[in-house]
């Protein structure tokens, strides 16, 4: 079993990938213990000789930022603020969301800015190891205060309350503490805050699709080598001196791996009755290299985002200051997450329109990719299912960064709405998948109708592995679970 340190140090968004995937436990570091214990222990301090009032520490919450709380009433003030903000509705957010939400949220409480208790630390590394998940709702966050709504699900069974799914099972709060024998936590001042502030479901959301939106970029790149070959297209707009001129890295880098690709392909050295391709398989080295540039841009932000505390107020031991600001605030990774779901929506817009071409009957491909079409309507409506998911991406590609809601009485007059840019983020990540893998079904299809000739070694080497699970189709059979399988070699593949 594999241990991660929690610490101080640089956290990667391949090392979360690693983690998640590899189901390694997590440890605080002696250093991050420590971080913890001095920032708890100046806090208490500081509330115990200052008279004056300390935003969500000594006072209310939002516009009631002015009506002071007794000492004998912080801990319960935690506990309201944990349940009141509990509101979430809709969907859940998936479980592998939720085990992210927890390693963004131990890590960013871990540097000590946030004045939370040790044992409140160690508590949310029990729900990680043990593979409990917090029932937590996709709605409800304006991305502003942070995800104060996820983020108190998420949090409610730290304190025996809310719900979560453990051993395949959803249960409450108060039966895993029975079951698992822990005592609830008791919260100190400014804990609940501290657990309810920072953008862990934004972070969590964008962490989860970019590992995705890296997989598929790459799978794109794979899948338009093959739909090129098969559509008999020309190797000249990916060669490296059309991109020298115009050096986007993620053009030239694309550039190169289709050249790369599709090298010793025998269909491609074919003599070409045309002169030109259209633009969905000549301009792959524009579209699928600003999409490369995007993910790799999304990347830089969202790696700052994941080793910052980013709950309010700050607790700085070293300045003895304790500062109500902003850094919950989510404008600097919404815009960057909307980014990312339009980008993704293009590189599913271009495999349609290569599906299209691919079906279209033309460059000697039989109308619909079958062999005797009429009585057969072949991979007709593969191309209707892409068509629907590349609409309905566009939809969702409408930046929610753009819009503000005031709330909190106005005390809260401009909310960045990164928790909706994140929910649709996510539904165009699985829309791009399934475009994909409806266009290497159909590439693979067209790529046979071009035997004897061969494509590439790589080419023929994926195209034979997908045979393996999904056949060539002779005449109509059910398509849909070959689409899904489709869909699962992508990931299996990976």
């Given amino acids: 079993m594999t241990t991660h340190l929690i610490s101080a ?58 009506v002071s709380i007794g000492k004998d009433q912080l801990s319960q003030l935690q506990i309201n603020l944990i349940k009141s903000h509990a509101c979430g509705v809709g969907e859940r957010v998936p479980n592998d969301v939720v085990k992210i939400m927890l390693l963004l949220k131990i890590q960013s409480l871990s540097y000590g800015y946030s004045g939370c208790k040790l044992d409140t630390v160690q508590r949310l590394v029990q729900f990680f190891n043990n593979d409990v998940y917090p029932v937590v709702y996709r709605q409800g966050s304006l991305g502003a205060s ?17 719900e979560v799914e453990y051993q395949g ?6 039966e895993l503490c029975r079951k698992k024998r822990w005592k609830p936590i008791e919260l100190a001042s400014k804990e609940g805050l501290a657990l309810l502030n920072g953008t ?68 491609l050295n074919n003599i070409k009755a045309h002169v030109q391709d259209p633009y969905s398989f000549r301009c792959v080295p524009q579209v699928h290299g600003a999409v490369k540039d995007t993910i ?14 980013t709950d309010n107020p700050t607790v700085c031991p070293d300045d003895d200051l304790i500062i109500s600001a902003g850094n919950f605030h989510g404008e600097p990774i919404a815009l960057p997450i909307d980014f990312l779901a339009i980008a993704m929506s293009e590189l599913a817009d271009i495999s349609e329109r290569r599906i299209y071409r691919l079906v279209s009957g033309t460059r000697g491909l039989p109308s619909f990719l079958v062999a005797n079409p009429g ?19 566009k939809s969702l590609a409408m930046p929610s960064s753009v819009d503000s809601i005031p709330s909190c009485q106005d005390q809260e007059d401009l909310v960045s709405m990164g928790g909706n840019a994140a929910i649709k983020l996510y539904k ?40 393996k699970v999904v056949p060539f189709i002779l005449n109509d059979e059910l398509m849909y679970p070959h689409i899904e399988q489709a869909i699962q070699f992508l990931r299996r593949r990976s």
């Fill in 146 to 162: 942070g995800d104060l709504v996820p983020l108190a699900h998420l949090c409610l069974p730290l304190v025996g309350l809310g």
């Fill in 428 to 467: 165009v990540i699985y829309n791009t998948e399934r475009v994909l893998a409806i266009e290497l079904f159909n590439a693979a299809q067209a790529l046979d109708f071009r035997l004897p000739l061969k494509s590439s070694p790589q080419i023929c080497q994926i195209h034979d592995e997908f045979r």
């Fill in 296 to 309: 790799n841009y999304v990347k830089s932000v969202i790696d700052i985002e994941i080793n910052s505390a």
């Fill in 200 to 267: 862990q479901n934004m972070s969590a959301f964008a962490v989860w699709a970019l590992l995705e939106a890296q997989r598929l970029s790459d799978w794109a790149d794979k899948i338009a080598s093959m739909s090129l070959d098969a559509f008999d297209g020309r190797i000249e707009p990916f060669i490296h001196a059309v991109h020298a001129v115009r050096p986007h890295l993620g053009q030239i880098e694309t550039a190169r791996r289709m050249r790369e690709l599709l090298e010793g392909s025998q269909i």
């Fill in 169 to 174: 099972r959803v249960i409450s709060g108060e």
């Fill in 9 to 66: 140090d640089h956290l990667t968004i391949e090392r979360i990938g690693e983690i998640i995937r590899n189901d390694e436990k997590l440890e605080l570091s002696d250093d991050a213990r420590q971080r913890i214990r001095r920032c708890r222990t100046y806090l208490d301090k500081k509330i115990a000789s200052n008279g004056a009032p300390v935003y969500g520490v000594t006072t209310g919450f939002g516009s009631l930022c002015n």
């Fill in 375 to 393: 009585v057969n309507s072949g991979f007709m409506i593969t191309q209707y299912t892409a068509a629907s998911c590349v609409s309905l991406n």
